[in-house]
């Protein structure tokens, strides 16, 4: 049975009762809302020894870290190099993103080398082999897709964005709504190809029951992806997303009938006076499922910078109450990521998400905090880099001059705090 079946029967699995322990919660809170669809544990049967990692609602809001290959740059040892950056930074998760060379030996190689649940996309690979196999991706075969998504089900992947939403009438919407960027989603380009040039409806919602089939056997948590997710401020909360969203919202409730777990990805770029309306619709029109957003980025013009405009509408959407966020590394819409990239993108990612589980009142997360601030009012600089989100960088920072003061070298000899301490006789606190 998958989770969310033995959640219904109000059992507790290993699983769940883990998630309940990283998080500090009842375990029985986790089961509820796992039974209900608002949590999910991406944990396929065949992933041995996989971290289970809850995502929803009352827990921390976790991170992903996509990784993988692209045509013009395949190597699979720099991929192995980028998850190990992902894991040292402490992300919860990783997605294997790759369309370049060997597909299924990089997804295997990934999934021997970690035990943090793995997603994928899996008409990525489909298309690619159907370019070899077929001549192109709109050549694909139906059952060629299906076959790609039983291999990687059999493989280990913990969960898959599925692009169910685009369809026919999805399309049209699209063609009305004169776009500035039309669409940017890699998986939502392939399947349109395919529509468009087969006259069709999109394949993995037409045959919804068939990928339904495949996820409950080996509890893979469908991740239903947002093909049309806006790429620049311009195209946010256009017709065309919310008519994918629509289905979407359908498609979640089919899903959880079914015993499957399912979560929803969104946008994207968005200006970031809609993020929390955003966030607050897909919680209504697909009845509190996990949100898995990208970002959202709320500028256009910071290439090189993505990270940080990604962290400011993650942190809005967390906030707001966005489960899950995906990283953006500096590199984003210029290049393929290094490992380097990989580590500042997964760091901003972080710390977005523990501001908004800050103001959601995540257990612990406020408790972090006044332990950093305890350390500053302390000048217990040991116990600075320890807490901050990324101590080898507060360490390396901390080291860069030397100082006078019992402060840093900012203030050298005038630390405000030193000072005021004197006088007022508060020389330490505890927590």
């Not at 075969?141 to 790609?148: I, R, S, T």
């Not at 948590?221 to 997710?229: K, Q, V």
Request: glycine share 10%.
């Amino acid at each position: 049975m998958t989770q969310l079946e033995l959640a219904r029967k109000g059992n507790v699995s290993a699983a769940m009762k883990a998630v309940a322990d990283k998080e500090g919660l009842d375990p029985e809170f986790v089961s509820q809302g796992v039974a209900e669809g608002l949590i999910v544990i991406p944990a396929n049967i065949n992933h041995r020894g996989v971290e289970p990692c809850g995502i929803g609602k009352g827990l921390r809001t976790k991170v992903n870290a996509n990784i993988g290959t692209s045509s013009d740059y395949a190597d699979v040892n720099v991929e192995l190099e980028k998850l190990r950056a992902a894991v040292d930074a402490q992300t919860d998760t990783v997605m294997d993103l790759s369309t370049g060379g060997d597909i299924t030996a990089i997804r295997r190689a990934i999934l021997a080398a970690t035990s943090l649940p793995l997603g994928t996309v899996p008409i990525y690979q489909a298309g690619i082999e159907a370019i070899n196999r077929y001549g192109s991706i709109v050549a694909m075969p139906v059952d060629h897709l299906f076959a790609a998504i039983q291999e990687q089900a059999e493989d280990g992947v913990d969960f898959m964005t599925v692009h169910c939403g685009i369809t026919l009438k999805a399309i049209d919407r699209l063609r009305k709504a004169k776009r500035v960027t039309d669409v940017v989603s890699r998986g939502g380009a392939f399947t349109i190809g395919w529509m468009l040039h087969n006259g069709k409806e999109n394949p993995l919602y037409e045959h919804f029951d068939r990928l339904l089939e495949i996820a409950r056997k080996y509890d893979i948590t469908l991740s239903l992806g947002d093909g049309l997710r806006p790429g620049s401020l311009a195209d946010a909360s256009d017709r065309a997303q919310i008519e994918e969203l629509l289905t979407i919202g359908e498609l979640v409730e089919h899903s959880r009938a079914a015993g499957v777990q399912v979560m929803v990805e969104g946008p994207g770029h968005m200006p970031l006076d809609q993020i929390a309306a955003n966030v607050q619709m897909e919680k209504l029109v697909c009845k509190g499922a996990p949100f898995y957003v990208l970002g959202p980025l709320v500028t256009d013009v910071a290439a090189g910078y993505d990270h940080i405009t990604a962290a400011i509408g993650g942190t809005v959407a967390a906030a707001a109450g966005a489960d899950y966020l995906c990283y953006v590394t500096p590199s984003e819409h210029l290049s393929l990521p290094d490992p380097d990239d990989v580590r500042e993108g997964v760091i901003g990612a972080r710390i977005a998400a523990h501001a908004g589980d800050i103001i959601k009142g995540v257990k612990g997360a406020m408790d972090w905090d006044r332990k950093m601030s305890v350390a500053r009012k302390n000048l217990n600089w040991e116990e600075q880099v320890k807490l901050s989100i990324d101590p080898p960088r507060a360490r390396k920072a901390r080291g860069q001059h030397g100082t006078t003061g019992a402060g840093c070298s900012m203030c050298g000899q005038y630390c405000a705090m030193d000072l005021v301490a004197k006088y007022l006789g508060t020389t330490s606190v505890r927590c």
